[in-house]
């Protein structure tokens, strides 16, 4: 399962980035993100909203790395609520362009994982697995959604096919279907 980091700080002016202590950090989510990542933990501890979804309850949480050069934690910041509330770590080994290596470490690894990741690397990370003929995964992410799970099932072939899910956790999300 691949999210996107939860809600950002606008480019100027707000919202602003704030860090867990509420402290001004532009590498943080907004106060809406901080909100989403909440949600998305009672979600994923949830059976019954899990199961509306078409999702699991995921067993192991991965999220971006900061790094020199993409020195974000939105990424870890979205996922270690969930990660916290289901009892696991957030294995953030690999930064947003290492992709290969995250993919092999997914391939590697037979756990329900969920992925926090940075929306523009999601795709290049997806083309990593082996997809099940004619899977449609979107090209990019979509840059004003932070409400969607795009979801890889193994079909049983050893082959991933594609879905695409709305959270709808927080007001002005897309319902879903």
């Known amino acids: 399962m691949f999210l996107r980091h939860a809600e950002k700080p606008a480019d100027h002016g707000p919202p602003l980035g704030v860090d867990k202590h509420g402290n001004p950090d532009d590498h943080a989510l907004s106060v809406d993100g901080w909100t989403r990542a909440g949600a998305l933990a009672a979600l994923f501890d949830n059976p019954d909203a899990l199961a509306a979804r078409e999702l699991l309850r995921p067993q192991r949480v991965m999220a971006t790395q900061a790094s020199d050069g993409y020195r974000s934690h939105r990424e870890r910041d979205t996922a270690h609520p969930t990660a916290a509330r289901l009892g696991l770590a ?23 994982t969920l992925i926090v990741w940075h929306h523009g690397s999601i795709p290049a990370f997806i083309a990593q697995l082996p997809m099940s003929p004619g899977a449609a995964v979107p090209p990019t992410w979509p840059e004003d959604r932070f409400d969607l799970i795009w979801v890889l099932t193994d079909d049983g072939s050893g082959h ?12 002005g999300d897309t319902p879903l279907a």
Do not use: K
Not at 90 to 112: C, E, Y
């Open 90 to 112: 957030v294995d953030d080994a690999f930064t947003h362009d290492q992709t290969a290596q995250a993919a092999a470490s997914i391939l590697a690894d037979t756990r329900d």
């Open 160 to 171: 991933y096919s594609f879905a695409q899910h709305n959270q709808d956790l927080l007001a």
